[in-house]
Antibody, heavy 116, light 107 residues
């Protein structure tokens, strides 16, 4: 059974940093593109970042480019999202996803709140 | 960036009836379109990809159609568990983008 378990979300002040983690199980992690997708409270979905299986390619949404960094550790079946210079509009549930172009598997999400 | 526009924002339908949800792309996305269902406090679930291919385990009452800029998700006979929010998503070009969602509610 495929499982994706996120952690690391909590309350942070504007301008602060946070690192999200996602541990994967139930599939060969190193074979798949992985992604982060977020959803602001009561709002729709936004694709944040994508990473190739070997980590050689990454893609970012315009709203986070230059502030967020996606990374992975294939030996530990883990995906990460380093978030810097956080803004109030980054407040959202962040989902880890197994995805190249569409998302077959999602985690349950971790809530990031950016507020003073 | 390709903007995805879904209509209507809210759709009220009775159980057993047909529901038709629309998604329009600002520019051609070929058939690179997926549909998701999301229930409260849950992650979305993939229903359809490549515009018309049902994902594994998705009932046959869900069907997708369209290509280019106009797409439709049809639910042929609504069951109680189908009342949720539905999103379309294009993956023709990065950044991949979602529509704003259609809330399907009980009439």
């Amino acid at each position: 059974e495929v499982q994706l378990v996120e952690s690391g979300g909590h309350l942070v002040q504007p301008g602060g940093s946070l690192r999200l983690s996602c541990v994967a199980s139930g599939f060969t992690f190193s074979n798949y593109w992985m992604s982060w997708v977020r959803q602001a409270p009561g709002k729709g979905l936004e694709w944040v970042a994508n990473m190739k299986p070997d980590g050689s390619e990454t893609y970012y949404g315009d709203s986070v480019k230059g502030r967020f960094t996606i990374s992975r550790d294939n030996a530990k079946n883990s995906l990460f999202l380093q978030m810097n210079s956080l803004r109030a509009e980054d407040t959202a549930v962040y989902f880890c996803a197994r995805a190249g172009v569409h998302i077959t598997y999602w985690g349950q999400g971790t809530l990031v709140t950016v507020s003073a | 960036e390709r903007v995805m526009t879904q209509s209507p924002a809210t759709l009220s339908v009775s159980p057993g009836e047909r529901a038709t949800l629309s998604c329009r792309a600002s520019r051609n996305v070929n058939s690179n379109l997926a549909w998701y269902q999301q229930k409260p406090a849950q992650a979305p679930r993939l229903l359809v990809y490549d515009a018309s291919t049902r994902a594994t385990g998705i009932p046959a009452r869900f069907s997708g159609s369209g290509s280019g800029t106009e797409f439709t998700l049809t639910i042929s006979s609504l069951q109680s568990e189908d009342f949720a929010v539905y999103y379309c998503q294009q993956y023709n070009n990065w950044p991949y983008t979602f529509g704003q969602g259609t809330k399907l509610q009980i009439k």
